[in-house]
């Protein structure tokens, strides 16, 4: 056994063994990469945009709509829900609770997206709208004639992260 091994040749060499239907894939890749980050950037930048006028119609400063998580919290207190509903995805980091905290997330999501609507004076079906296609939604309440309501449809309440 230990003859076999032993007859086990290692030969290393010193030159690149990709072929150039490798480097061809891969300029490929790149190129989709960058293409897609010129589409997804300013959708991004609309979308944040958006969120801005959102929080302004809800009586919030528009800045909280800039700071990752602290939006999403600042969401769910517009719709009406505990701040924690809107920042539950970001436990989706840690191991073995991941995908419990994923489904969980997209479960308050919806909830919330359903309470936003209504905290617009909208009903359900423009909740739907703003769960399959918010790119089209959510400029729609931030841009459209959509007058903040209340808490949750609630008329007078105020969302706790309001101005002071």
């Known amino acids: 056994m230990l003859n076999l091994l ?3 040749d290692y030969t290393y060499s010193s030159y690149n063994t990709t072929s150039a239907g490798d ?3 891969l300029a490929a890749v790149m190129a989709m990469m960058g293409v897609i980050l010129l589409i997804a950037i300013p959708v991004i930048i ?3 945009v958006c969120m801005w006028k959102i929080f302004e119609k809800a009586g919030v400063e528009g800045w ?3 700071v990752p998580g602290y939006n999403g919290w600042v969401m769910a ?3 009406g829900k505990p701040g924690w509903w809107g920042i539950v995805g970001l436990a989706g980091v840690i191991p073995v609770l991941g995908w419990v905290a994923s489904i969980a997330s997209i479960v308050l999501g919806v ?3 359903i309470e936003l609507a209504k905290s617009f004076g909208k009903e359900t079906g423009f909740a739907v709208l703003l769960i399959l296609v918010p790119v089209i939604g959510y400029p729609m309440l931030a841009f459209g004639d959509a007058k903040y309501v209340g808490a949750g449809g609630v008329k007078g309440a105020k969302p706790a992260a309001t101005k002071v």
């Open 46 to 48: 609309f979308m944040i």
């Open 77 to 79: 207190e517009i719709a």
């Open 23 to 25: 480097e061809g894939a």
């Open 111 to 113: 909830i919330i997206a």
């Open 64 to 66: 909280k709509a800039i």
């Open 6 to 8: 032993a007859q086990v």
